[in-house]
Structure formats: C-alpha cells, structure tokens
C-alpha cells in the first residue's frame, strides 16, 4: 500500500495521459499541437513496454477498414514529429516476399485492389535486391508496399517524452502509478497517484495491455487477454542494409487487408500444410533493421490472460530457421531475446471507452499500436471539447 499522502493536488492541466508508451504520448503530442496544457503519468522510471519491444514497423498498407483510415492518418503525424522531436524515422515501405505462387498470386489481387503505386508486384530478382542477397533460389517474387514507415521502436517513444517534457505546456512525471479516477475540483477530473492527486479537464488512460488491472470488469467484457511475442536481435548478414520492413506468407495470414484477398483461404491451406510448424506457434514471420544494422527478428503469438515470463527455444528457433530461409544464409549471430505482450480482443481492434465524465480509457486491442497511434489519438482529441484553462505544473 502506497504510504504517501495521495490529496496533494500536484499538477492541473488540460490534458492528462495514464501511460508513457507510443498510445498516450500520441495522445500528449498532439493535444500539445493542438494548443491544449498536457501532463503525462508513467508508472515506470522509464517506458518499457510494448513500444520499446516491438518492430517499430508502422505497417499502413496492410490495414483494412477502420485501422487503414487510421493508418494513413497517423502517418504525416509521424513524420512531423520525427522531425519536431528528433527520433529516427524514414519512408521505408515494406517487402512482402512471395516463396510460391498462391502467395504471389494474393500479392497481385491485392495490388489491383489498391490505388495505383501504393502496391507494387515484384519479381524474384527485385525482392532479391532488395534482400540484399546472392541469389534468387526459393524467390517467387513480392510486393513493395509504398506507404509504410519505420521508426526504431528502442529510441522512439523515450525520444518524444523527452521532447514533450521540454515543452512549455507540457510535462512528464515517471516513477508516477495512477491508483484511482474520479471527480476533482472545477467539473475537471482527478486522478490519484503514488505522488499525489493530477486534476485535468479530460483524461486519457492509455496503460496498454495492464487494462484489467485498473478495470477488471472492463477488460473482462472487451474480452481483453495478453498476447506474448518471442523477438530476438541478431547482426545482419555482412553489414547488409534492408530499408524496408520485411514480411512473409504468414504475416499475410495475420493482417486484415490480406486476408481480405479471393487467394488467402488457399494461402492458409498452403501453410497449413507446408509449415504446420510455423501455425503452431502463431508466427508472423518478419524483420526490420535497426539504425544501427541490427536486425529484430520475430514473432510469435500466444493468448493468456497472465503470461508465463519463460521464452521456449524451440520457439525461437522455428522463427529463426524461417527468417534464415528467407535472407538465404545459414544462421544467427544473436545479441538478443527478449518477450513482448500487447492487449489483445476477439471482440475489436482497439477499445474506446469513456469511464466517467470526461475520463476515456483507451487500449489497442490488436498487434498495431505504432500503426495506428496518431491516427487513433487524432480521432480521440477531435472529438473532445476541451476548454483552455491556466495551467499548474
Ligand atoms: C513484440 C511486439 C511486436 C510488435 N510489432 C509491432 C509493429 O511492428 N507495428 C505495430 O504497429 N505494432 C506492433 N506491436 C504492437 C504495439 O507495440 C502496441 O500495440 C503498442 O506499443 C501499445 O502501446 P501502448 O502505449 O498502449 O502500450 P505500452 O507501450 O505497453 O505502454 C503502456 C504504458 O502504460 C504504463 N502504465 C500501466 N499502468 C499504469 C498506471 N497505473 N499508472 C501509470 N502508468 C501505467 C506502462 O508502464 C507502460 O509504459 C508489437 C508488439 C509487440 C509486443
């Protein structure tokens, strides 16, 4: 039980985020745009969560529907504050890689499904270049998908609370537990934490999969469960350099737009019977290559509501040898593993939902939370109506 005084009322803002991963500082960065006073609450002396473990893949063009809006509205947000901030990002695109012809054959339908430019088919020796590798053997072709970005998910979201907190108007306290919500003083809300009360005119907890902590009954009807990730670092093949994100058959299983395609019930026959293995562990066979060279290679998927810590090697090691295929080179030389988890939902992508007044929890219930992070906070702060109010820090 926290022994601090929790009724010092320590800062009124406009804005106050719950949560220092990419989903609450999308939220933070553009109420600061937008003029509002923000303050942002961690719990951790710094972010660790699933936005320093993922791919820093902002995977747009594979989206479908309402996360593809989304998507594509996040991107100049993207791009604008890498430049304000200083974090690394670059128009990178994506290289799906097509092994047969039913998956090259998914690339082509989607491709015609798409404005043009946006999905480009390409043949073996194209994917091969963009490999880096020797040789074309077990190529069938891909697709280069134009729109997507990349940022490098280690450096990103430490970066921009940086940035934030060196603005006038905003402020970011870590060490910092959100205990309890409820009414404060002025029709503005409040919230308790392990070092005093916050107060703000509307408040968004974005604590990412930790959602059935705060709101057990919430989380229990969204239907919100843990899915853990095994990812692993490793040097790239002779200081190779591979601009895009890279993915494969089964993250064509995985995403909405290509599962979407007349092909992809063949495709997932295919698979099924080609790399039962590969389905076993839920893989989504991909990589992207870190500023500094180094490859992030994954992932698996596994659902439970409280996850075990232990990564199994024969889980790694089926990823490896896939990705080991696709770069056409024998084996790893590791630096890292590590596991990731993110919330997760049968029932929807993301949950939205105001708790009180003028308190919304919000939670990416699916793998794409850099995707769609300044896409969904632009919604979010469109719809409020904040008034400006002088704030206290
Ligand atoms: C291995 C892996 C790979 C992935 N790859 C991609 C990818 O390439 N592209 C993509 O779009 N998405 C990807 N994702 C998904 C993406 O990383 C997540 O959807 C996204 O990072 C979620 O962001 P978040 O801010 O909600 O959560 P987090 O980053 O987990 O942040 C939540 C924060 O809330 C804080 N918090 C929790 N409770 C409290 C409290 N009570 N008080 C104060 N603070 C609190 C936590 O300490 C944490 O820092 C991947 C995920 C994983 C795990």
Not at 61 to 71: L, P, S
Not at 75 to 80: A, E, F, G, P, Q
Not at 355 to 376: K, N, P, Q, R
Request: net charge negative.
């Amino acid at each position: 039980m926290n022994s601090e005084p929790t009724t010092k009322l320590v800062a009124s803002t406009d804005v106050l985020i719950v949560g220092a991963g990419i989903i609450g500082l999308a939220h933070a960065a553009l109420a600061q745009q937008a003029g509002l006073s923000v303050t942002v609450i961690e719990r951790d002396h710094r972010a660790v969560g699933a936005s320093i473990r993922n791919f820093g893949h902002a995977c747009i063009t594979a989206q479908h529907g309402e996360t593809y809006e989304m998507a594509q509205a996040g991107r100049k947000h993207w791009l604008d504050f890498a430049a304000k901030a200083g974090f690394w990002a670059i128009e990178s695109g994506a290289l799906v890689v097509a092994t047969t012809e039913t998956e090259l054959q998914l690339l082509r339908e989607f491709s015609t499904s798409r404005p043009e430019g946006q999905v480009m088919v390409l043949n073996a020796e194209e994917v091969r270049a963009k490999l880096g590798r020797e040789h074309t053997e077990g190529l069938h072709g891909g697709a280069f998908l134009a729109d997507d970005l990349r940022v490098d998910p280690r450096t990103t979201v430490g970066i921009l609370a940086g940035w934030l907190h060196r603005q006038d108007d905003a402020a970011v306290h870590f060490n910092t537990t959100a205990l309890g919500f409820g009414a404060g003083t002025e029709r503005k809300a409040r919230v308790e934490t392990s070092r005093g009360a916050f107060e703000a005119s509307h408040v968004f907890i974005c604590v990412g999969h930790d959602v059935d902590q705060l709101f057990p009954s919430m989380a229990a009807e969204h239907r919100i469960t843990r899915c853990a990730l095994q990812m692993v670092s490793a040097s790239a093949p002779e200081s190779t350099t591979i601009v895009p994100a890279v993915l494969t058959a089964t993250s064509m299983l995985r995403y909405d737009a290509f599962t979407h395609m007349p092909s992809a019930p063949a495709l997932r026959a295919e698979v099924e019977a080609a790399h039962p293995d590969l389905l076993e562990i839920g893989a989504n066979v991909m990589f992207t290559q870190r500023p500094d060279g180094t490859l992030l290679l994954g992932d698996s998927h596994s659902y439970d509501l409280t996850q075990a810590p232990f990564l199994t090697e024969a889980t790694t090691g089926k990823l490896l040898q896939a990705t080991a295929k696709v770069l056409d080179i024998d084996s790893f030389a590791i630096a890292e593993r590590w596991q990731g988890i993110y919330a997760s939902s049968e029932v929807a992508p993301v949950l939205v939902r105001d708790i009180a007044e003028s308190i919304t929890l919000v939670s990416v219930t699916s793998g794409i939370g850099m995707t769609i992070s300044f896409g969904l906070a632009e919604a979010n702060l469109t719809a409020l109506t904040v008034p400006r109010s002088s704030a206290t820090r």
